[in-house]
């Protein structure tokens, strides 16, 4: 059964256009295209351009994929009623959700391969095997993270129209405030605010110390943490409500 | 056999007081047709008997055991018996008719063949569409095509011929009335169109003002003196 839900939660997947750009087109592409640009600078760090933004597209791939296709998705089901007929039948809630989440991952996981490969072919990155168990660990526990908040956020939708809206909205807010486009510390002090209240940013800032090695224990990767643990623990509080109130 | 009991059932939407107590049974094999005007809330109640919504009071019993008190784990078992064609019914919207009718096979564990169903109801044209690009009668086909995948014991019809052209509804009825004869499966349906309850249904459950006004065999009523069952629910219901 869950084989069966799976394969045809990918081949759904692969269907959606609307998903496909905003999570395996748009990041790659811009991932190249700013390289054409920035492709020379050094970043924070002393860290160049494919060591700093591999590992932000990423991020970016699981980011989209999470929030569209895992939790825009399940609005959409919700409201159009696919749900309803779906709950007509014995299968269960768990089965469903698991393989939701499996595909997720499945995505995603596709997506870092992509990035780091045409990382690999146009900026010459190399392939550290220590690094890379550790840096892929995070990105498991970063997308286990955004499943979570990105449930806890949908699960407030009641219509299709605002959720779609929010999410273009967000996706963009999270490209200029997550340190995906130009970097934080040179945007106006606006931008920089709104990036200290999004988790994906600290996420961010996070999984390129990883990447390269120079992740250590110090006050802004606590914070860094300490706010994604919020969130997430924030998140499930709401899930937990609102599962109370469905009832 | 008692497949449906339901004692005083009471379900409001906030102050909108909807069923004020109905009382209905439904026996093995028996076709029932329930009317009644736009918003009388005959879709509320064929949900609740679906087990999709939650109900304030009464009884609601299928194949003898008491909605409101069972598990989740419970209510999935009990739903293998049951099937529906929805007002209107959805699906994923980017999945073809055949992926549909494996993927619903799935969840039901059915052992039936998809190209027999396919066969059975003329859907070999359509199968590669996406259920969305239906029109609407061959999406209500593909529903109850879907709906029969499980061989439920009892399958409840929200106006499932509502909008179809006369071949279509001749159709749908036939497959309709041969479920019935064939595993003996119970019927429940809504419809605004009389014509169809008295050819068809056995029994009629007339909703109004959110009670049972009416429950009794079609034969009945029309030996009462009315001319047909469009003459009665004139005469019974006002605008
Ligand atoms: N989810 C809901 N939330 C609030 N009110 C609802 C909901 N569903 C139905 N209602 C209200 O309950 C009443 C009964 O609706 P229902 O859909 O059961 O009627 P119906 O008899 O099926 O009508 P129709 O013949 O038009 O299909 C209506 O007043 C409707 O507005
Ligand atoms: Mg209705």
Redesign the interface.
Known sequence: MLATQLKYDLLMFTREIFYMVFTIIIPPVTYLFMGQLFGDAMYAGNLSYAETYTPSFILLITFGVVFFAFGFDQVMNRTTGVEKRINLTPVSKRTLLVSNIIRSIIITSFGYFLIFFIGMIAYDLSFQPANFIIAFMTFMLFNAALLIISSAIYSLFTSMNGALVFSIVIFQVVMFTGGFTMPIDMMPKFVQVIADFNPVYHMNQLFIAVWNGQFQVDNSSLLSSGFIIGCVVASLGVLRLVNKVRK | MEIVRVNNLKKAYGDNKVLRGIDFKANAGEVIGVIGKNGAGKSTFLEIL???K?YDSGNVLLFGKELNGLS?NQL??I??D???V?Q????????KVV?LL???K????SPVDIEQIITDFKLQPHRKKYFDKLSGGWKQIVSLAIAFL?EPKMLILDEPTTGLDPHMRNMLWLYITDYNKRTGGTVILTTHNMDEVELYCDKVMLLNDGINEMFDTTEWILSTGYKSINDFYLSKVSI
Not at chain 2, 106 to 109: L, Q, R, S, T, V
């Open positions: 679906m087990t999709l939650p989740t999935e078992h739903r293998k049951i099937s529906a929805l209107p019914t959805q699906f994923y919207k980017t999945l992926e494996k993927l619903f799935a969840y039901y564990k499980s």
